[in-house]
């Protein structure tokens, strides 16, 4: 079977369920969505005593996987075997192919997924590495092998206009983008301001966009740290000439860009280390409304240095430090910091 995205899957749980399952990519939500729904489609709540095995990078051993994967179901129809963030490079071959024979000789009665959130199983390339593959193949050819990336801009702005017109109105392509881009891309922002903006009128304009639909701060701070990180200096200086004309303060994009800059140093010690995002959520106390941002930096965090990260914090500490004890041109200093950080990254 060739690959799928979450909404296939998700469709296919209703009729034709797979036996074997390979979960993975940048979109934390959509792959727990999707681990969610297995389980809840598989096993129900009162068997997960008996038919639910859970393994992770912690806990996972061979042997174990394999005695859980042969055991029978207990007065219920399947058993679940579910194995998150498993380092696949650090096995030795034989553990290897001891899991891929274990896989193809499943019973009908058992379901196995692999699911990764915290752990890179591309090692920041576009397909699973070396021994994740050998596993990812096998789960293509017997099972399915789920790719969960966010949606583009473009794709989004479909959806915009497929659903604004599925509810009576109308929006022109780059309009539905524009709308897509300071909503950050998040498909649940995105639906509510659409519901807000056709009841306003069902032609939807730019004008009325700008009007009803105000930007999301979190977001936009997040795009102008991918600027950083890409080095592109237009983008960033334009992102931050949108924020001051959006009166945000200095002082605030200096702390909000700090907050991202540390969310993303978080996951990438946590990458470091093995842990997941809920690990970060837990030991840092974030509030269940922020669960977002761990999942943004998880998503993200490949492409950036630990090295540079620290840097790039320094730098703002140092304008933070600046801010609140000189009398200084503010914005010029939020954009002589953003330069700073893209000569560091």
Known sequence: MAEINSQTLLKMLKTAPSRVYFIYGKSVNDIEKCVNAIKKRTVSTDDELFNLHTFSEKDFSVSDFTAACQALPVFAENSLVIIHDLNTEKLLS???KEITATIQNLSDTNVVVFYFTGYDVCDGKKSPQNKAKKIADICAKIGSVCVCNPKTTLELAKDIEKYIKSIGGSIENADAQFLAQICGNDSLIIKNECDKLIAYDTVITRENIDLLTPQQLDSTIYELARSVQNLNANEALKIVENLFAMRIEPAAIIYQLSSTMMDLYRAKLAQTHAKTSQDIIVDFAYPPIFKFRVDNAFRDIYRFDITK????????????????????DAAVLVETSIIRM???V
């Open 94 to 96: 034989d553990e290897i």
């Open 342 to 344: 893209m000569k560091t």
């Open 309 to 328: 990260l620290r840097n790039c914090i320094k730098v703002l500490s140092e304008a933070d430090l600046q801010l609140k004890s000189e009398i200084c």
